[in-house]
């Protein structure tokens, strides 16, 4: 009878074990993760004009005209760009000769530090404005401290200069910008050699001026916004033409070999057409920039429009980007501006 009832016992115990697992709360099932979007859409944002990105170790830094500091926006995929966080990189002291106006801010990696070019003037911006240098150490151009370096600029030709760039070629670095001669408002490209980031050595030297009627369009003739792209054994200077009020503003290019001289002049040769302009929705396309995929696949243009005809220089402008690929005589071709919330793929890679 002992050993009946122990059996009896055990058996309504494992029943009840049985029961519990059987009916107690099962877990939540996980829901599959969302899928990865494949496209993007234009206007990456709202507003954003002159826009420029630079490209370390997978992460994207951007920076656009503000008008009254420098800021920098980070992500690891362009085609998220307005969920990246926002830094105030510097502020200039008020009534100081770099405060008013500042404009197309480009960060570069040179020689184990960040730097920072960019326009800005004390308040007159028809006559006022010159090339700044600031300079950061941290790895992360986000952090650190900011210090100003100076003013970049020749002792024989200190005249109104924007959208100061830099690049390599030969060995050497190089400072292009756009530029004034003595009591004249027409707007050039000019060059220098650098003797070191915030350091300009020799004369400068003009590249190029408005020739061409596309390049004429608005109150002033206008060469700006130069920016450089090498492949294939060539260097490219894209450059935005025309006044940046007028929906004429396009983008056009001058080209040398990659074993030339740039101080040269004559080793430039220009394209006497103009190799991006305005589509629908994108009215004034230009002061571009190029990055690679994340993959390192595919080039990417990057350039601000206009979103309808007639909006000027202001902050209506908004930054895009496109992929583009390259012409059988080694230059590149952009196609024309894509339209506005129309899918477009991401990046390769992201």
Not at 20 to 48: C, E, I, K
Request: proline fraction near 10%; include cysteine.
């Amino acid at each position: 009878m002992r050993h009946l009832l122990l059996f009896v016992l055990l058996g309504l115990n494992c029943g009840a074990c049985q029961k519990n697992v059987a009916t107690g709360t099962a877990p939540a099932p996980v829901p599959p993760p969302p899928p990865t979007a494949t496209t993007f859409t234009n206007p990456l944002l709202a507003s954003g004009p002159d826009p420029w990105v630079y490209q370390k170790d997978g992460v994207y830094y951007f920076l656009i005209t503000s008008g009254g500091d420098v800021r920098i926006r980070k992500t690891a995929k362009m085609s998220e760009l307005a969920t990246g966080p926002i830094v105030i990189a510097w502020q200039p002291v008020p009534n100081g000769p770099n405060s008013r106006d500042i404009w197309a801010p480009e960060l570069h990696f040179l020689d184990g530090k960040w730097y920072i070019y960019f326009t800005a003037g004390p308040g007159n911006c028809c006559g006022g404005q010159r090339l700044w240098v600031l300079e950061n150490a941290s790895p992360d151009p986000t952090q650190g401290t900011w210090t100003e370096k100076g003013r970049l600029y020749t002792q024989a030709d200190d005249y109104w200069a924007i959208d100061g760039t830099v690049f390599e070629q030969g060995g050497k670095r190089y400072l292009l910008w756009s530029g004034q001669r003595a009591n004249d408002d027409t707007q050039r490209i000019f060059i220098a050699q650098m003797s070191n980031p915030w350091t300009l050595t020799g004369p400068r030297v003009e590249l190029s001026q408005p020739d061409y009627d596309w390049e004429k369009y608005g109150t002033v003739p206008v060469n700006e916004g130069p920016e450089i792209i090498q492949h294939g054994g060539n260097t490219f200077l894209l450059y935005s033409a025309s006044h940046c009020g007028t929906d004429y503003y396009g983008l056009g290019q001058l080209r040398m070999s990659s074993t030339a001289d740039p101080l040269v002049a004559s080793n430039w040769t220009k394209s006497p057409t103009p190799v991006f302009v305005q589509n629908t929705n994108a009215y004034g396309p230009g002061h571009n920039g190029f990055f690679k995929s994340k993959d390192g696949t595919e080039d990417w243009l990057i350039y601000h429009a206009n979103s309808q005809p007639g909006q000027g220089c202001g902050d209506l402008r908004n930054p895009r980007m496109q992929k583009f690929t390259w012409n059988a005589d080694g230059s590149p071709n952009f196609g024309r501006p894509a339209l506005l919330n129309t899918p477009l793929p991401r990046p390769s890679g992201e």
